[in-house]
């Protein structure tokens, strides 16, 4: 059995135009009590990487001064007989100023 497997959670910020939004805040935290789990910035390329998240239930929130903070349940789980590495791949669009 896969005990301690670790996740990462891996994705890229844009606006809506495909701009990479540079310095992003994302942050991870747990459904049941908020508590911080996961914190990470978005790269020159948008790109940002979580990693050492164990299996469970998470908010994942993003959010980058002038734009409305985006949000969603992320949910990561092991079956007992896989014995791999895995990434959850994150993908942000249509994302626009607020006015």
């Known amino acids: 059995m896969a005990y301690g497997q670790n ?9 809506s135009t495909g701009k990479a939004l540079v310095n992003a805040s ?8 908020s508590s911080l789990v996961g914190f990470s910035t978005s790269r ?3 790109y940002f990487k979580v990693d050492q998240l164990s299996p469970g239930s998470y908010i994942l929130q993003v959010s980058f001064v002038g734009y409305e903070t985006l ?23 249509y994302w626009t100023s607020l006015p």
């Open 71 to 93: 949000g969603g349940i992320l949910t990561l789980w092991i079956k007992p007989w896989i014995l791999m590495s895995c990434s959850y791949l994150v993908k942000l669009k």
């Open 44 to 46: 020159s390329d948008g």
């Open 7 to 15: 996740f990462s959670v891996t994705g890229s910020v844009t606006d």
């Open 26 to 33: 994302i942050v991870v935290i747990t459904q049941v009590d």
